[in-house]
């Protein structure tokens, strides 16, 4: 879950499994709440929830109470030009929030990659005439978007341009790496 304060800055939260139970019956969108026992690690690298360089992990000690007749008043939202993810203006490491017109969506796909069957979902969004296809990686538990293309531009398979997301490398480029 991401958590925001007043001021408008967010942080990764996390619960794990065996605790959901404790957390999920009174914790929703839009309250306030005051959170403490809990731990703190890094966030990690890429594909973050947010931009924060640490995040909160909730433990069997972390103790969660409703703030009542506390709002935050601020959009939970910080809206990005799809242009700014085609030009790599900023940095599409973490999650960031676009909005645009629908253009297209397929039903769920699904390839091997890694020697596992994986599925996707492709959408397709337009904004003030930049097209952006993203694709959702889909299992049991989640929907993530994995990357954004710019769509525009050349026409390939979704398979093609979801396989060509990943750093992969050919046996023989494997080998020349062995030899430097």
């Known amino acids: 879950m991401i958590l925001m ?15 959901i139970y404790r957390f999920q019956s009174f914790l929703s969108g839009g309250c ?6 809990f731990g703190v690690g890094e ?20 103790s969660v109470r409703l703030v009542p ?22 940095d599409t ?7 645009g017109i629908l253009t297209g969506a ?8 890694y020697g596992t069957k994986q599925k996707i979902i492709t959408i397709e969004l ?3 005439g930049y097209t952006c296809t993203m694709f959702l990686e889909s299992n049991d538990t989640a929907v993530r978007v994995i990357s954004p293309l710019q769509d525009s531009a050349k026409k390939s398979t979704l ?8 750093d992969e490398k050919t046996i023989e480029q494997l080998k020349d790496l062995a030899d430097v």
């Open 32 to 37: 306030v709440y005051h959170i403490s026992f």
């Open 5 to 19: 304060d007043d001021k408008g800055c967010k942080i990764h939260a996390s619960v794990r499994k065996t605790l």
């Open 43 to 62: 966030s990690g690298r890429d594909f973050r929830p947010t931009s924060h360089p640490f995040k909160i992990n909730f433990d069997i000690h972390t």
């Open 93 to 99: 490491s973490f999650l960031i929030d676009v909005i």
């Open 126 to 128: 337009d904004q003030d």
């Open 159 to 166: 398979e093609d341009d979801f396989l060509k997301q990943s």
């Open 69 to 90: 007749n506390k709002t935050i008043n601020l959009s939970p939202y910080n809206f990005v030009p799809i242009s700014d993810i085609m030009f790599k203006v900023l």
């Open 106 to 113: 397929s039903g769920e796909q699904e390839f091997e990659k």
